[in-house]
């Protein structure tokens, strides 16, 4: 434990003090504040922003966290989340949109209730993940990277989701399905819609 030079308050050294991140930027600090007193839906994201950028240190590492955060929120990075983000760590807006795609689980766009990732890398490849790919687009009635029409289910196919011990293998939200087949496929997806009919 250690004294902060800024706040002068005890804390572990691994822990950045908002007083030293943000010095002589009142105007954050006010705002963090503001939303640890819940004041606004903006400004409890706005503190979260913040809070994490403590954190993380006011850096690129701070990007990764900030982004999931938003994706968590929203099921998606939000036009306000990056506009928060590329002004708190003085990033562009094309920076974080760049690594914002480049990752599979996050996502720019409104999703579906039940997001189906499916992986379609070697081992699953080679144990017939297109054919199942096929089979999904037509139950579905969508094309890979659409949403059906009453926002139910998004189809996503994803580069190996470390899942290869079960290809072929997919992920719904944070459920993982491997071994899959034909059938087991039809009865996973029968079995959500029937759980929300
Ligand atoms: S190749 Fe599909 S999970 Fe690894």
New binding site residues.
Partial sequence: MTYCQYCKVKQAKEFLCIFRVFRGKTKIIKSYLRGMMTASTKDKHHARVIEIICKHGKSKEALLPCLRYFQSEFGQVTEDGIAMISKELTLSRAYILGVASFYGMLTCYQQGQYIIRV???????MLG?EPLIDLLQTQLGISKGETTSDGRFTLEVVA?????DI???MMINEKIYGNLDAAKVQEIISVLCEAQS
Wanted: aromatic share 0%; with cysteine.
């Fill in positions: 992986c379609n890398s070697l081992s699953c490849n993940s190996c989701l470390g899942l290869c290809a072929p293998a």
